[in-house]
């Protein structure tokens, strides 16, 4: 029995009851999950009405969903399904409220419960429109149904104790009039988020809504690939005097997207496409060979991006295989004593997107990251191995090239097995002492409840700052040794002498030896300075994380620091701004501020108290993001793999910058000097090139986020 010595009562009343969207409000991450409150988290209130508009037209209702960004921040949803209900629930809790009204504010209303009015959907928990209702200050509905068109508008209403309730009813639903015709349906959702819930980087809300054409763009691009026929059709009106409109419809779907990831490769297969449906079950996939790929497999159940995988995927890989295996020996192309190819062997240079259709998809998790129901690896597998195994036998000449390329990659393997014992051997060497850890690690004692994390610094230096800087229950210190290699095209060997102590380190082995499931930590924070030196190991470490151990990034482990660049003093106090765009804001601020500001010295020179405010309490880190598997995969081979020309493009597409030389103006000699100019110092050499000035289009949308690849989450965390 212990004493109760609190003079706080704890009793009924301490117990909150919050209703439906009052807690999607107060606790708005457990319904956003890895988006955030950013721009991404502000973009996703879009998806999560396209989604349902989606969902309707999968079931084969409409074939278009319009997104119109209005001048005033909102964004309206306009689709041809067969309209939201509008008629009064007849008993239960809700009876006598309009199921639009129901669907739009209550969290665990929708129509994907009881199988029979979508035979698939991406949506699962009845939670995506009212949430976008509990995180608006204003929504609007209107359904075309029956002939007729209804409206509802809800606010977010404050009430006399201050707090805000969401979705009320302005007034009960009402009929405004006749439809075009009876026979025309479908749903318009006009939404204003509440921007005080939504900020940037460094936590200021949000002005005006941040919505960027790229990202919706890119979104909308991808999903008309895994919904052949559905137009998705983008409206910015913000600029009244110059509306733009674009429009993405692919009619070939997966097959599409495989042949723009491969454009810039060379071929060795035509774009190979597959079609089929089996117990309810549909398949769209597709896959191709190229010269220089590498083993790429992107996967879609109903809709949503699965990049873990999961059973689709499995067993597609397991009817390719087998259709190739066959191929092979039936047609004598292995030597005496050869094996056949692996599963490896042959995806090895391959390009795949398999997208499945299923009812009733189980997911691991609430990210959805991955595909669990078993029956549709057999599904998956019955209908692609005789689509398959017919191909190979009707083209002799593109299917003997495929074996070629899998009978090489099993030739190199096998001749390889050597170097990857030696490169084993290098590690068990280097592992010998301390339980085969590395000699430059400072591990911590995992005492604390606190996720564990490995934080890779850079250099001695500023290893020996982090020591003190850090929380050693929790938090432990690995100094990288230079800048990495580049790792994306390299042999283990060269791989295991590079980066040998982060892989002891992290305990879970690299290549075919890769198991997620024995990372000795949590999760990985890179400490690398602000600088572009920073950023390019940042790259390097995500490049060798993305290519040597497959699944680590997409499962969310991969974290960064965000070292302050600029600091200055303010009413006596010295304070630190994290970028250039930062300090902009500080002098925009502070328009008379006279003491000096000063660019923050490398980690390695920072005090520990300095380095506190990176990786101590208080701390803001970035989390890496898989937006877009595919996007990635492309991006990836672009910015690592051997070709410089695409690289090159792309930096210059983003600094605006050009490799023309322009010839420089003959001069006259003078018999004087020429007159005084005044002086440009010249930029640190570690500076950032000069952006280009903003084009006028995007002057009404002036934050657009990373390449939607990879995104990134900001999190602040406390009592670290």
Not at 438 to 465: F, I, M, N, Y
Not at 604 to 624: A, K, N, Y
């Amino acid at each position: 029995m212990s004493t109760v010595t609190a003079t706080t009562a704890y009793d009924a009343s301490s117990i909150q009851a919050l209703s439906g969207l009052a807690h999607v409000r107060h606790r708005p991450l457990m319904y956003l999950g890895s988006a955030g409150m950013g721009v991404a988290g502000l973009h996703h209130l879009i998806w999560e009405i396209v989604d349902n508009s989606v969902d309707e037209a999968m079931g084969g209702h409409g074939d278009r969903i319009v997104v119109v960004l209005h001048p005033d921040g909102s964004v309206e949803v306009r689709d041809s399904g067969r309209g939201i209900p509008v008629d009064p629930f007849k008993e239960g809790p809700h009876a006598g409220r309009s199921a639009l009204e129901v669907v739009l504010t209550e969290t665990n209303a929708g129509g994907k419960f009881d199988g029979g009015s979508y035979k698939v959907s991406g949506g699962l928990h009845g939670v995506g429109a009212s949430v976008v209702t509990g995180l608006s200050t204003r929504l609007d509905a209107e359904v075309w149904r029956g002939g007729r068109r209804h409206a509802l508008s809800l606010r977010l209403v404050k009430g006399r104790n201050g707090a805000h309730t969401p979705g009320v009813p302005v007034e009960p639903l009402r009929d405004v009039g006749p439809a075009k015709s009876k026979a025309t349906t479908g749903t318009i959702i006009r939404f204003w988020p509440d921007l005080s819930l939504f900020s940037d980087e460094h936590g200021v809300p949000f002005a005006k809504p941040q919505w960027s054409t790229r990202l919706i763009g890119e979104r909308f691009r991808h999903k008309s690939f895994v919904h052949p026929g559905l137009a998705f059709e983008l409206r910015d009106e913000r600029d009244r005097a110059n509306p733009q409109v674009t429009e993405w419809c692919s009619q070939g779907g997966v097959a599409d997207l495989v042949a723009e990831l491969t454009s810039e490769s060379d071929a060795v297969s035509p774009v190979l496409s597959f079609v089929g449906e089996v117990d309810d079950t549909t398949i769209h996939a597709a896959m191709a060979w190229t010269v220089d790929g590498r083993d790429t497999s992107i996967g879609y159940a109903n809709g949503v991006s699965t990049p873990e995988g999961g059973m689709h995927i499995a067993g597609y890989r397991t009817a390719i295989t087998e259709a190739v295996q066959r191929f092979i020996t039936d047609r004598g192309l292995l030597k005496d004593k050869e094996q056949v190819p692996t599963t490896r062997d042959i995806f090895g240079a391959a390009m795949t997107v398999v997208s499945i259709m299923i009812p009733g998809p189980q997911f691991a998790g609430n990210s959805k990251s991955k595909l669990m129901n078993t029956e549709a690896s057999a599904r998956t597998r019955a209908i692609v191995l005789p689509i398959m195994s017919r191909w190979l036998e009707e083209n002799p000449a593109d299917a003997k090239r495929v074996a070629d390329l899998a009978t090489s990659a099993m030739r190199s393997r096998t001749k390889s097995n050597a170097e990857q014992q030696a490169a084993r051997a290098l590690l068990s060497k280097g592992s010998k002492s301390r339980n085969g850890l590395p000699p430059k690690l400072r591990d911590c004692t995992g005492k604390s409840s606190r996720p564990k994390e490995l934080l890779l610094v850079e250099g001695d230096s500023a290893g020996g700052t982090a020591l003190d800087a850090r929380d050693p229950s929790f938090q432990a210190i690995l100094p990288l040794r230079g800048k990495p290699l580049n790792t994306y095209k390299e042999t283990v060997d060269r791989v295991v002498k590079s980066l040998a102590d982060l892989i002891l380190s992290m305990g879970c082995g690299i290549g075919d030896d890769f198991d997620l499931d024995k990372f000795r930590y949590d999760r990985i924070v890179c400490v690398a300075d602000a600088d572009n030196d920073g950023l390019h190991i940042r790259s390097l470490i995500e490049a060798f994380l993305y290519t040597w151990c497959p699944g680590f990034i997409e499962s969310g482990r991969l974290f960064y620091a965000l070292p302050p660049l600029w600091s200055t003093m303010l009413r006596g106090e010295r304070i630190y701004l994290a970028d250039d765009a930062a300090l902009a804001a500080f002098r925009a601020e502070h328009p008379d501020h006279r003491a000096h500001v000063s660019r923050m010295k490398g980690l390695g020179e920072m005090d520990h108290q300095e380095l506190r405010l990176v990786i101590g309490s208080g701390r803001t880190i970035g989390r890496v993001v898989v937006d877009d598997p595919a996007g990635l995969a492309k991006l990836t081979e672009r910015l690592f793999g051997p070709r410089s020309e695409g690289r090159k493009a792309w930096f210059l597409e983003r600094t605006g910058e050009t490799l023309n030389i322009a010839p420089s103006a003959p001069t006259r000699p003078s018999a004087r000097p020429p007159a005084p100019v005044d002086e440009v110092p010249e930029p640190p050499a570690d500076a950032a090139p000069t952006p280009a000035p903003t084009p006028a289009s995007e002057i009404e949308s002036p934050v657009e986020p990373a390449p939607p690849a990879v995104a990134t989450q900001l999190t602040f965390e406390e009592g670290n």
